[in-house]
């Protein structure tokens, strides 16, 4: 290149440079001329131009019955606003214009005066706030939470019924609970806090991972006055939990109780019905008395005491004990011990270490020489206390851990299944050095335990033991969740699981299963037995403690326990229940016997399946008998019914001789005097129940026939 090209080149790239230079200069000035001047214009844009994620909720699943009813479910309730600041207040003629209308439609949604709303709606549009702006921007119109079909009522209103960032009416959307069946199972299924839409107690909590689903994102993009959505991860919503609650059998159950509750002037009542086999909890029933303001008593569910109320059995506890002898099979006295065993039980009153043990017809005299049989068939506290003592008074330890062995003190581990749940509290006694049982063991210990005394153990523990007798000695956990289901499938299941193969020997759990029919058949639980199938079951009458206070502090109270299960020679269902009241009169068997007994002859009703034929009395005609008339409708469903015609007046009369049509309806009755020639007239309604132109008489010529009907 040419030293001449070379000075034309120079000036290029200066020139270049200058202009680059002058281009910087420029971008620099007018970003600082952003910064300063153009500061506030583009602060106000950046306000209306908002990017952030929001979490979007997932529905929560619902909680079904056995046969899929719904218990619990969710459904969208709405809180509804106003933003005073919307597009449409920028010029309040609008709104001015509408203000009265919107009022008058909203006095008649909800319990408020148009007046009063509008009151509340200027207060919101005057409302003065932190950065000087006047007219609040989420102003609530009602207080409350209100359903869908009002808040589509309200949506409708003048108004209102403009675009959103229009009109500013606004909403944010809660997932409400709810309970089809309402206080049905209450406690059991469980609840939610409102506000916060979180769960507190029974299967709600303690499958809320479950049930309450993934929340996803969605970014949220304001352009001006407008948001739009833009999903990021979607929600996914919780699985549905299908429970072993049967609908009927619950609320079978929970009438059952609160109808005995009333009448004994009860404080608490509590009944489980579980099915045999598997351990299925069909009902759970947990009622407490309470009083409204003006003191009438009432009853809720408020506590799941049949899971959490441990207290001392009394003696439904018997059957425990003698199992325990029968299974160690120890003798006692130098006798095997066994059903004929004869305990002498006196007059009902026996001196016991100090202490007095009394049967309940003490001041009747007693019962006498009796055997173990009879000694639970008529609950001798004499007669177990006596065997219990004898047998492993030197042993007690023996004894404790036999109450283990068959099942009555066992932790159900309902805790994660049942939040609240608590194991039973059975003492193990513990021997010094010098052999002697520790301070905490009396002598008088092991013979009140024996009959259900110095024991904590709440029902649901009681019933699991008696259903394993039931059961043949196979122990099974009590089941509340058979399946979790999503869109229709099944995603996990909770089979019926077992606790003890065997809780006895068969020998002994077929003794106990003799004994305990013919309490009920021949004892004291008579009022809980049907005279359609066969029950088996013990009573249970107990004293409550009151504390440091004792047994007797003022008024006593009474624990009043049923439990057993039916059919006894197929058994279906265990069933436990037990009341709680102050006084007497108080039986175990005479008032939750009586509640068992409703119970189970309820479900057995629900299972019957009869022939037609089995619903014909004596008195009944099963095909039935037509009357001689216009016979053309009773052919037609007879043909249908597949039943082969008898007509009652077969023989056709003569065309001139009266037919008799008493007996017959009106229509049948009418053609057949009519087609003989006959003018017929009507007095009353119904069947035919004299005829005025008597049978058998020959018809002339425009005769009258007058029919009473009743």
Not at 45 to 71: E, F, T
Not at 379 to 391: A, F, L
Request: aromatic share 10%; proline share 5%; net charge positive.
């Amino acid at each position: 290149m040419s030293k001449f090209d070379n000075d034309k080149v120079i000036p290029r790239y200066m020139a270049v440079s200058i202009i680059l230079t002058l281009i910087g200069f420029a971008i620099i000035g007018k970003a600082f001329y952003t910064m300063t001047a153009k500061k506030q214009y583009w602060t106000e844009v950046a306000d209306r131009l908002k990017r952030d994620s929001v979490s979007v909720k997932p529905n929560r699943g619902n909680i079904l019955s056995c046969d899929g009813q719904l218990m619990a479910t969710s459904i969208p309730e709405y809180k509804i606003f106003i933003d005073f600041q919307a597009a449409a207040f920028e010029d309040d003629s609008l709104w001015d214009e509408k203000v009265d209308s919107v009022c008058e439609g909203l006095s008649h949604i909800f319990p408020y005066t148009a007046h009063e709303f509008k009151v509340l709606l200027e207060k919101g549009k005057k409302k003065v706030n932190s950065n000087g702006t006047v007219g609040a921007r989420h102003w609530p119109i009602y207080p409350r939470r209100i359903d869908y079909n009002t808040y589509v009522e309200v949506k409708s209103l003048p108004f209102f019924n403009m675009p959103k960032y229009k009109s500013g009416f606004h909403e944010e959307v809660f997932n409400a609970r709810r309970r089809p069946f309402t206080t049905l199972a209450q406690r059991t299924i469980g609840g939610l806090y409102g506000a916060k839409d979180s769960a507190y107690f029974g299967l709600e909590l303690a499958y809320d991972s479950i049930l309450r689903g993934t929340p996803g994102i969605t970014g949220r993009r304001k352009v001006l006055n407008k948001y739009m959505n833009i999903p990021v991860t979607l929600p996914i919503d919780g699985g549905d939990i299908v429970t072993t609650i049967d609908v009927n059998m619950q609320d079978l159950a929970e009438r059952a109780l609160l109808d005995e509750l009333k009448l004994v002037n009860g404080e608490m009542g509590v009944a489980i019905l579980m099915e045999v086999a598997t351990g299925d909890v069909k009902a759970i029933v947990n009622m407490q008395r309470y009083h409204d303001s003006e003191g009438n008593p009432y009853y809720a569910e408020t506590v799941n005491s049949a899971i959490s109320y441990r207290c001392e059995p009394g003696s439904v506890f018997k059957v425990a004990s003698f199992l325990v002898a029968l299974d160690d099979e120890l003798p006692i006295g130098g006798h095997k011990i066994d059903t004929s065993y004869v305990i002498h039980t006196g007059g009902g009153v026996m001196p016991m270490y100090g202490r007095e043990m009394k049967d309940h017809n003490w001041r009747r005299g007693g019962y006498g020489d009796i055997n173990m049989a009879r000694t639970l068939e008529v609950s001798s506290n004499i007669g177990v206390s006596h065997v219990i003592d004898k047998i492993y008074h030197d042993q007690a330890e023996r004894y404790v851990k036999g109450l283990h062995r068959i099942g009555i003190a066992e932790d159900l581990k309902l805790q994660n299944i049942l939040p609240g749940y608590r194991p039973p509290l059975i003492r193990m006694p513990k021997r010094k050095k010098n052999g002697h049982y520790d301070d905490n063991w009396y002598a008088t210990t092991l013979p009140w335990m024996s009959i259900g005394y110095e024991t904590q153990i709440a029902p649901i523990n009681t019933v699991t033991f008696y259903n394993a007798i039931a059961n043949n000695g196979k122990m099974m956990r009590p089941r509340f969740v058979k399946k979790v289901v999503k869109n229709g499938e099944v995603i996990r299941e909770f089979p019926p699981e077992v606790i003890k193969e065997r809780i006895a020997k068969p020998k002994a759990v077929k003794t106990m299963q003799t004994i305990l029919e013919h309490v009920v058949s021949q004892g004291l639980g008579r009022k809980a037995g049907s005279r359609l199938f066969k029950v088996a079951g013990k009573t249970g009458t107990a004293q409550v403690s009151q504390g440091k206070a004792g047994y007797k502090s003022g008024t006593v109270q009474y624990w009043l326990s049923f439990a057993g299960y039916f059919p006894a020679d197929n058994p279906r269902y265990s069933c436990i229940v037990c009341l709680k009241k102050s006084g007497l009169p108080a039986s175990g068997g005479g008032m939750s016997g009586v509640v068992f007994h409703h119970i189970a002859e309820g479900v057995m009703a629900r299972n019957l399946k009869m022939s037609v034929e089995d619903a014909r009395d004596e008195h009944s005609v099963f095909i039935p008998e037509v009357k001689d008339g216009n016979s053309k409708d009773a052919n037609y469903v007879l043909n249908k019914l597949g039943i082969r015609k008898r007509m009652a007046n077969d023989v056709k009369t003569k065309q001139d001789i009266t037919p008799n049509v008493v007996g017959m309806g009106a229509k049948d009755a009418v053609y057949l005097l009519e087609s003989h020639g006959l003018r017929v007239k009507l007095v009353g309604r119904g069947k035919v129940k004299k005829q005025s132109y008597p049978a058998g008489k020959a018809i002339t010529e425009n005769s009258v026939c007058i029919l009473t009907l009743e």
